[in-house]
């Protein structure tokens, strides 16, 4: 046993070192804020947010006040807060507040998924970068704790429009554990598990059942693999994929708490209506996702930006326990 937790151990230094020699703070359109890269150094606890959530998530000024209380939730739980955008075709990891400001009132901001980089990069673009580019860029920082709201998925009808979000298939290919509130009923939750399930993910539910959650609801219907109880339960499991060399990343689902719950119903039925006006106004591709979380919000009178942020605070909180939890299992 105790040969086992110095090898254990051994592989996580290992895994931290790697980690150290990527973390350069200055390389080709790839910015690293000193406050993040001195942390990452130092084995001190990180948290990555995306900010795809911020450009095209949710309206302003709403969106720029959840980005700076996401960031101080982390800080007070005694995590570095890494906001990752792309400013002017810099890839920047740990925005100033300057730069969130500026992202937060863009009139038309790219949304950057990992198909887009070259392209923002080449052309000196801004924009938020999705689950997938942040992953990207967290994993080349060395970060592997990331918290958001909601991944994106396989699409209703996916099965034929093949409309899977570029999030499935990043999670199969990068080291990072996304922590989120699950996938929204606007997708299509028990083909989004399948392909994550094939993609070799790890989809885990934080709390005492496997109950997968649907984002404004605790419960989808299906279930996770596996849960974990608590921030270093989840931090084991993380630590066990990079020591296993998986390449792959985790998915950690944070159900909403019950008191946030409350109008997941009318929720439910307002995104039934955004997923029928998507195909009646024929809204195709990237713009799916941000049309739908407007015209909900608009349909349930803001309900559904309340318990947006709610659930992304909660999951702000736990993902810092669990990005402290990590770091102190591999000092
Ligand atoms: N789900 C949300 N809010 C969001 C997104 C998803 O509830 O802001 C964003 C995330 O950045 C996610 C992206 O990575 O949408 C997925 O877009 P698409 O479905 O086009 O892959
Ligand atoms: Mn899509």
Same mark, same amino acid.
């Given at each position: 046993?105790?040969?086992? =937790? ?28 000193? $406050? ?13 947010? *995306? ?11 709403? %969106? ?31 925005? /100033? ?67 899977? !979000? ?13 922590? !989120?509130?699950?996938?929204? !009923? @606007? ?32 419960? !989808? ?25 998986? *390449? ?30 998507? $195909? ?23 309900? /559904?930006?309340?318990? %947006? @942020? ?6 702000? =909180?736990?993902?810092?326990? @669990? ?7 591999? $000092?």
């Amino acid at each position: 046993m105790k040969d086992l =937790k110095r090898a254990f151990q051994f592989i996580l230094r290992r895994d931290v070192r790697l980690y150290q020699n990527t973390a350069r703070s200055k390389d080709f359109h790839f910015n690293v804020h000193p $406050s993040v890269s001195q942390a990452v150094a130092q084995n001190k606890p990180v948290v990555a947010l *995306e900010s795809t959530i911020i450009t095209h998530g949710m309206p302003y000024p709403h %969106n720029l006040s959840t980005a700076k209380e996401v960031e101080a939730i982390v800080r007070a739980e005694g995590a570095t807060p890494a906001t990752i955008g792309v400013v002017e075709g810099e890839i920047c990891v740990g925005l /100033s507040s300057d730069e969130l400001d500026r992202l937060a009132r863009s009139k038309s901001p790219l949304k950057v998924s990992r198909r887009d980089l070259p392209y923002a990069v080449s052309k000196g673009l801004s924009g938020g970068t999705t689950v997938s580019a942040t992953m990207i860029a967290a994993h080349r920082a060395g970060i592997p704790v990331f918290v958001t709201g909601g991944i994106g998925g396989v699409h209703r009808d996916g099965q034929n429009s093949l409309d899977i !979000s570029a999030d499935l298939t990043e999670l199969g290919r990068t080291p990072v554990a996304v922590v !989120s509130a699950g996938v929204k !009923s @606007i997708l299509d939750i028990g083909r989004t598990l399948e392909f994550l399930e094939t993609q070799g993910v790890c989809v885990a539910t934080y709390g005492e059942s496997k109950d997968f959650p649907a984002f404004f609801t605790p419960n !989808s219907g299906f279930t996770s693999a596996c849960n974990v109880r608590n921030p270093s339960e989840a931090a084991e499991l993380i630590a066990s994929t990079l020591s296993l060399g998986l *390449e792959s990343g985790l998915l950690i689902a944070v159900p909403i708490p019950e008191e946030h719950a409350a109008a997941g119903h009318q929720i439910q039925e307002a995104m039934q209506a955004a997923v029928t006006a998507v $195909s009646s106004e024929g809204i195709t591709g990237r713009d799916v996702t941000p049309f739908i979380l407007q015209k909900v919000n608009e349909l349930t009178q803001g309900k /559904s930006l309340q318990a %947006n @942020i709610a659930l992304i605070h909660n999951n702000a =909180k736990v993902g810092s326990q @669990i990005a402290c939890a990590l770091s102190k299992q591999m $000092s």
